[in-house]
Structure formats: structure tokens, C-alpha cells
């Protein structure tokens, strides 16, 4: 059985240790903050041998030197990575990557950023996805065009909806406002947000979250519902994806 150790790292950052008990593999998810990993790699007794990055952002990739000299991991990346650290694996879409005896399927979800990659575990029903999803949002468009960020949206809801999502950031109760400015009468959504609330209010984590929810209650995910197409606008479901991210991005 996989365990992951998620903690918080620089402002709103989480970060996530991938332990694998039968072969003594951990994985570091991003390295927003190198000695942070170190330190919680240390207090869990595990020894950090891959880093797995899943886009260039310095908040996502700016420890990957801290860490490689404290323990020699691998690290794992989409080509965009070169521009912060050394690559001993390039991966893209397409490609598996493993830890111990478990795979990761590399997702190919830019538009945050083009080279932004998923790691999808189907055997431990889990995918870490950056910021490319947010619990009720998804990643600003820095790089990308609306048509590719709503391709890779589709590939991640393509996954079973039992999915465990682990986003890179606690943005959750910023984007539960916009979800219910953007899709007033959807009642999941009504419901998922006093959840949210009621854990913020106690400084509780949001994520992980479950893609069968987001489905029900992201409006970026749900670009392509007819009552959210009609009221953003756009024949084509990118085009509300863009006018959603627009409006999002000026909310
Ligand atoms: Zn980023
Ligand atoms: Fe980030």
C-alpha cells in the first residue's frame, strides 16, 4: 500500500512524499522547498530516491537541487524543467514511471504551463496533478491556449471519478466564491463549499480531493454543461472554458 505525506510548504504550497513500504522508495512530488521535504522525509524515517516533477514553476521544481545533494534521488521531469535543474528521466504523455512495484502514467495536462504532466497511479486510485486542478478550480493560464488547457481538463476527467486528486495549492475557499458566482443554482456545489468553509474556519487541509466530486461542482471541468455553456457562452466547450478562466482570472 502506497502512503503519502502531505504537509505545507512556503505560503500555500502543499507538499506530498510518496512512500512505497515493500521497496523503500519515496518519491517527492515537486519540491516547492527543498530542506522542508528533507526535514519530513527525516521525521517519517524514509530516504528520498526519485523527485517527480510536474512543471517547470520554481514553487514546483526550485528544490530539486537541495535535494539531490542530500540523497542523490532521481529526478523525473517534462523537458520545461531544464530551465531550473538537471533531468536524469524525461518523461511525457504517455510514458510510465514507477516506484517499487507501482506505476505512474504520465498524463500530458498543460496549459498552466505548456510540459505540465499528471502522475496517475491507477492501482492506488490517485493522481497528482499540480496545477493543473484545483479542488473547485484549475491552474492560471500562463503559457498555454484555452483549447489545450480544455484537452488536458477532458484527460483528467476521463479517470475514474474515484480518483484521489492531490493539488499543489490550498486555493480552495478563493475558488469556491467564483464556482458559486460562476454556477449559482448547482446544489452539490452548494453543499461541497459549507464543507469547505467548515474546514478553512478550522485550518484544515481541502485537499485531496475526489475527481467524482470535482466533476459535479468545478465549473472548469464542467465547461462542456449546457446550463454553464448557456449562461458563459461559446459553442464549444473550450470557449466557456475560456470565458470561465477569464472571468476568474478578473474576479
Ligand atoms: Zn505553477
Ligand atoms: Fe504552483
Not at 60 to 65: E, F, I, L, V
Not at 115 to 139: K, Q
Not at 164 to 191: G, I, R
Not at 228 to 245: C, D, S
Request: proline letters at 6%; one cysteine or more.
Amino acid at each position: 500500500m502506497l502512503q503519502v505525506d502531505q504537509f505545507p510548504c512556503l505560503s500555500d504550497n502543499y507538499g506530498f512524499l510518496l512512500h512505497d513500504p515493500d521497496s523503500g522508495e519515496t518519491a517527492a512530488i515537486d519540491t516547492p522547498d527543498g530542506k522542508e521535504y528533507l526535514r519530513q522525509a527525516e521525521a517519517k524515517g524514509w530516504t528520498i530516491t526519485h523527485i517527480w516533477n510536474t512543471h517547470w514553476h520554481p514553487d514546483h521544481a526550485g528544490g530539486n537541487a537541495d535535494i539531490v545533494k542530500a540523497t542523490g534521488a532521481t529526478i523525473v521531469a517534462p523537458k520545461e524543467v531544464e530551465k531550473l535543474s538537471a533531468i536524469d528521466q524525461l518523461v511525457a504523455h504517455g510514458d510510465t514511471v514507477t516506484l517499487g512495484e507501482h506505476t505512474a502514467h504520465i498524463i500530458d495536462v498543460s496549459g498552466h504551463t505548456n510540459g505540465h504532466i499528471a502522475y496517475h497511479l491507477p492501482d492506488a486510485d490517485m493522481a497528482f496533478v499540480g496545477d493543473a486542478v484545483f479542488a473547485l478550480g484549475c491552474g492560471r493560464m500562463f503559457e498555454g491556449e484555452p483549447k489545450q488547457f480544455w484537452d488536458s481538463l477532458e484527460r483528467i476527467k476521463a479517470l475514474p471519478p474515484s480518483t484521489t486528486l492531490y493539488c499543489a495549492h490550498e486555493y480552495t475557499a478563493a475558488n469556491a466564491k467564483f464556482a458559486l458566482h460562476a454556477d449559482p443554482e448547482n446544489t452539490a456545489l452548494q453543499s461541497y463549499v459549507e464543507e469547505i468553509t467548515a474546514k478553512r474556519a478550522k485550518d484544515q487541509p481541502t485537499v485531496p480531493t475526489e475527481l467524482g466530486r470535482e466533476l459535479a461542482t468545478n465549473p472548469f471541468l464542467r465547461a462542456d454543461d449546457p446550463a454553464l455553456m448557456a449562461k458563459w457562452g461559446g459553442t464549444a466547450p473550450h470557449e466557456t472554458f475560456a470565458a470561465l478562466r477569464a472571468a476568474k482570472d478578473a474576479f
